[in-house]
């Protein structure tokens, strides 16, 4: 398939049929941006239930790190499930749950022993996460940061702090938990720069939270994004990463780092944290890692995770079939994907960075490897929020068959499979460049 090549008025005649019954049967909470209706997918292209072609720079919100049924990785699916399809892996033992812990622990970024916990989600490997950082210290409270967002189940939603859409209605949320202030380097709390300061922000987290809120004896761990993905696509730079590991270390608190949009080869690394040199005591993982199956993974250092039987457990977690498309994921993320990211991601970033020129909304481009971010603003020196304008640039680029996502308020971002080719990004920066056209004239007529 060839992206794009658009058909018919969107919704086409389908897709508004199909939109229709979802409207009267489904949980009204999901958040749609546009009326997409996926009939099929390959590699960095999607065709609608109209015959509309589009070019994926959304990825299932980051998901198909492989592309949209990669040959491989449904070879791998189809064949476990000829074999079998389930059996609990927490009540019983087969060989590609293992063999997937023993693979996670080669590409791990915690060197030395590791062991990892199976569940389903992103949300489930925050919470098994959570409950093991309090398990191994015997400490409950938590540091989270704002903007950041872990997952919706009432754990992870304590933790999460990006939009209040998430958390209202929905409290008493965990007790014990203290937000700091991130890295937010566009809008540096503190006027600093990132190529020359030390991480001032955490000053707030150093010398204020852990002085005059929560004593550090009591805090089991701080949970961090290395690039922090609903919140806006915002970079942490290294200096962040490593004076957050050396206040953990000053307490004895566990430094856990959310890897669920960043890790699996998205950024160029296999992990994000590795750009920092910092190594975590525990890493939770979903997303990417299983190319669309649903996985989750808290993986911890191995002298941390000596919970005994019936501590933790899902029957879902650690699916076979999940487990197969997981190795075969990682094979391809190894041999070639994650070097595409880098490489390709290099090339988005750079021409998406080159429309700035040309449209002043453009307030910054930021990212790693595939995993990047447009923050558009209504002034570049007020650095005004450009909410309404981002919803409309993030519906101009679908019609034009481009599928990316908002996150945060005003940021768009681009999370396509990594095996998004050079073509196909200049082919995305082109329909980026047509969207952001088409809203800035439809801003002056207004
Ligand atoms: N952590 C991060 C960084 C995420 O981006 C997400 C989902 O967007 C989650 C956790 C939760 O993952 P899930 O939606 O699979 O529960």
Redesign the pocket.
Known sequence: MTAPDIRTALPGPKAAALIARDAAAISPSYTRSYPLVIARGEGSTVEDVDGNVFLDCAAG??VNATGHSHPDVVRAIVEQAQRFIHMSGTDFYYEPQVRLAETLAEVSPIPGPVRTFFGN??????EACIKLARYATGRNHLIAFLG??????LG?LSLTASKTVQRRGFGPLLPGVSHAPYATCYRCPVGLRPDSCSAECLDVLEHQILVQLVSPDEVAAIIV?PI???GGYLVAPDQFMRRLRSIADAHGILLVV?E???GMGRTGRMFAVEYSEVTPDIV?M??GIASGMPL?VALSRADLMTWPPGAHASTFGGNPIACAAALETIRLLKEQLIRNAEIVGARLKEGLASLASKHPMIGDVRGRGLMVGVELVRDRTTKERAIEERNAVVYEAFSRGLLVLGAGKNTVRFCPPLVLTAGQADTAVRLFDEALGAVERSTRAT
């Open positions: 919100i980051a989600s992103g949300t489930e490997a925050i950041g967002f872990h997952g919706r189940t992870s994004a922090q993905g609903e959310d669920v949009q960043s939770a979903a997303k989750g």
